[in-house]
DNA sequence: GTCTATATGTTGATAGAC
DNA sequence: GTCTATCAACATATAGAC
């Protein structure tokens, strides 16, 4: 699964880059080729077309996206804990991985009918995660929610909505933001009387 | 301005039809043709180009948008009112207009360097009255907010990631979507001591 | 305004030398 | 594994008839 060579990783990279600038349809073959300083042939030698190439990105890229989530959550125990180090976290992978965050979020529809079955499971993982997480602070009395999925997606939105505006550049902003979105979160799922706000 | 002919209006909704499903780079004027069943040559007939038509469905999108958020705003005195409808209705604005509002968002990257500059204007205007009203409040004891700038991003993120998922044949959920998004907004913003929530 | 036909360049993908 | 060379299909955009 995860055993890529050095110069697939580095072709996986480039047609990342490619195509989260100029978007899946925009990006020819020679753009990730010249991002590597080889040919277009040199394309086709691990991944037989674009979209395979597209679907190995998104595949990795909602495999690691949905570990940071499990990560996060297993780190700590108490529901409240829990769902701000999933926002803190899943807010900084969009950050970091800014590109490829964008590929991954973007390019769904892109994909091989086969292939989006396949990461739409992944998807359906990380809101499961994510609403168990709220189903157990409420259940403990952390939470008061109305709406469980609904807010799950809310709180996933606040995240994922990064990789359309933020600009890898700002490094210094990054955990500034992961913060506030983790603070945020709370706010929005936190019974009025266990505020953990300042 | 908005002096379009039906034909032109025609035109444009073919076009955002295609750029939201296949991405700006991967429609082709063919594509948009088809849709209109028209030849491929009827599209340069109002726009000199490919990317002309991408500025127009922009540009009248981002107004649209502008004017949603404004309207709202206008309708309403007190700051958490005004909040509270400027998120119902900016998210209904994203659900109902799915496929232009997708366009709108993503395909910002797309438009040559000079129309980006002038949908920049625009997008700062809508942050601009987003941060206002987050200020109001904060000033009259209804909200409380650490940082204006990032809190306003962060609720038109809410409103916006929903062109990523929201499916327009969906519509019996839109009304709920777009209350739970207001609600959610005025948890991240009010004050615990003026809690609206029930 | 719309068509057919077409000019000119680019595309994804392959063949075959090294 | 990487290259050069290439193919057939498709791209954007235009010309000129109706």
Redesign the interface.
Not at 21 to 27: D, I, M, N, R, Y
């Given at each position: 699964m995860s055993h890529l060579s050095l110069a697939q990783q580095r072709l996986l990279d480039a047609a990342a880059d490619a195509f989260a600038?100029?978007?899946?349809?925009?990006?020819s073959t020679r753009d990730i080729a010249a991002r590597m300083g080889r040919s277009s042939a040199a394309v086709y030698i691990h991944y037989g077309t674009k979209e395979e190439l597209l679907y190995a990105i998104s595949f990795q890229g909602h495999q690691e996206a949905l570990a940071v989530l499990r990560e996060a959550r297993d780190a700590v125990e108490d529901p409240a804990a829990q769902l701000w180090a999933m926002v803190h976290r899943f807010s900084q992978w969009h950050m970091v991985h800014a590109r490829r965050a964008r590929v991954v979020?973007?390019e769904f529809?892109?994909l091989a009918e086969e292939h989006r079955a396949e990461i739409r499971d992944l998807r359906r993982e990380m809101s499961q995660l994510t609403v168990e997480v709220l189903g157990d602070g409420v259940a403990s009395g952390a939470f008061?929610i109305?709406?469980l999925e609904?807010?799950a997606?809310?709180v996933l939105?606040?995240c994922?909505?990064?990789v359309?505006?933020f600009d890898p550049g700002l490094a210094r902003n990054q955990e500034?933001?992961a913060v506030?979105?983790a603070?945020?979160a709370m706010?929005?799922?936190a019974s009025?009387r266990t505020?953990l706000?300042?």
């Open positions: 600038e100029k978007g899946f349809g925009g990006t979020q973007y529809g892109a008061v109305a709406d609904g807010t997606r809310a939105s606040l994922i909505d990064l359309r505006w500034r933001v506030l979105n603070d945020l706010r929005m799922v009025p505020s706000e300042g």
